[in-house]
Every structure is written in C-alpha cells, then in structure tokens.
C-alpha cells in the first residue's frame, strides 16, 4: 500500500469575499452592500453563509470594505431587538435572529482598496495559513440539493488538488465570465488545461464558466502575490489560477442546481421570484398572482 501521499486535512474555513463597490446594481448599492440587497427574507449573504455552513465549514472570514459595516450588523447579536420580540413573546423569530448569530464563527477583514477579487482574497492569507480553504463569492446564490461547496469539498478530498466550479452558459456570454477548457475525467468532472478570463464568444476554450465557488490550495496565495493587475486594472483571480495550474493539478465541477448574480438586476429578480415561489409562506399565492399577471400581458 502506498503511503507516502498525506491524507487531506478536512476543509473547515471560508472565505467570503463582500468588498466590491457592485457598479452594476447601482444606485442602490451606493448607500447599501450589494451582498445585503434582500432576495425573498433573507440578505443575499446570508444564503452565502448558509451554504458553507451546509458544507461543514465553521469558521467564515468575510471581506468587507467601506461602507460595508451593515453586513457586520447581520450576523451580530442584537440585544434590543431580542429583548423587544420577547416581550412580544415572538419566540419564532427570536430564535431565528439567535440562529443567525451563531451561524458560524465569523470574522472580517477590510480590503481597504476594492483592487479586485483577487486582492480580496489574498487578504484572507494569514487568516487561512497552510491548508485548503474554500471561497464563495459573496454576491452569489446557488441551489440545488447537494450544496455547491459540499460537491467541490467531496472532489478535493478525493483528488487532493483545488477545484472550482462551473456552469454551462450561452456562448454568446461568455464575455461575462471566466472560462475553462478542460479534459472530461468523470461525469461533470474536468480536470483543468486552461482558463481564460471574460473572453469573446470567438476566443472562449469552451461554454463552462466559472460560477464563484471554489476549493483552492494555499499555493494559490504566493501566485496572488506574483499577479500583476490585469483587466480593468485588478488583481484578477483567474490570472492567479492560471499560474497555480502552472505548479498543481485543477479540476473543475460542473455545478448542478441554478446559479444567481445578485450584483445583476434580472439575475437578482429571477432568484427572488424563484426562491420566493418555494416559499411556504407565500409560494403558492405568488404562483397564481404570477399566472394571472401573464395571462394579462
Ligand atoms: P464582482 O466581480 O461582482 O465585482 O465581485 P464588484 O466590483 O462587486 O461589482 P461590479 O462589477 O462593480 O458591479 C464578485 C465578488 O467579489 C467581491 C464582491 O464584493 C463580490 O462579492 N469583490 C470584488 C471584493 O471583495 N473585492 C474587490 O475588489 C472586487
């Protein structure tokens, strides 16, 4: 039997990067964090937070930036707000208030120039040290069964290498993602030759995009130190990834369940009407309203 290969140390922190300044939701988010915009109940955030909650991670660093402190707030403890819902003896949404502040072991760090995704994510670098970790953008929901972050934890524990995760989008958007060209290993499972940011429809390696979930080596923190700003001037993620494939292996997942953008207008309307029409509460009045506002049209 060979041994000589360590085993994988299991995934237990996060990293959740809520630092950009989210010009194409503006202007709401000059006043607001585009990760607190709401979808249905909930701060878009806190679906994010739940997702690596469901992927057995407990401990969480957020990265915030200016203006951002509200993010803080949400997943505080707030004493006023708890004192008043027990004297309305409100024992629900008390306890689901408390739920929220012990989500997780939660910490935060200030990018203090928002210089991209990939910046972002190298401040998170003495927080995480020496093992895998996983990222999730903060502006992005995902759904499906099976959390995104669980499938591409499962992956690293098996091959032991960093792994993202993707999503077939139309070929004419492209332009709008990263994108990689990969070798079929197993069913949805790629293991990485290239990656290409925000390509033409003309120059893309493939339709798989990436969707702003990953599981990534801490090799990935000295290619961020070595990556130069590129497009619009930022510290790109993707450029470091490609100098990481340059050292380790990468694969990529093909993620299941949809995929939601909050930082763009109609991805934003699609979720909330998606996860509002699996709303116990409101689902099926909303399916009806919905069918009679069509017929209407
Ligand atoms: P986006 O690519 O959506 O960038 O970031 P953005 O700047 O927030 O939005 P637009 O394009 O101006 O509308 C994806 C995730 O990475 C974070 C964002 O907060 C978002 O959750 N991010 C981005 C940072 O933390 N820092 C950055 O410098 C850039």
Known sequence: MDNSKPANKRITKAVIPAAGLGTRFL??????????????????????????????????????????????DHFDRSFELEAELKKKNDHALLAELETIAELADIHYIRQKVAAGLGHAVLCAKKHIGENAFAVLLGDIITLSDSPCTKDLIGIYERYGASVIAVQPVPIEDVRRYGVIKGEQVDDGLYRIVDLVEKPTPEKAPSNLAVLGRYVLTPAIFDCLEQTKPGLGGEIQLTDALRLLLEREEMYALEATGPRYDIGNKLSWIKATVELALMNEEMGEELRVYLQELLRNK
């Open 27 to 72: 202007p709401i988010t000059k006043s607001q964090p585009k990760e607190m915009v709401p979808v249905v109940d909930k701060p878009t955030i806190q679906y994010v937070v739940e997702e690596a909650v469901a992927s057995g991670i407990d401990d969480i660093l957020i990265i915030t930036g200016r203006g951002k402190r509200a993010i803080e």
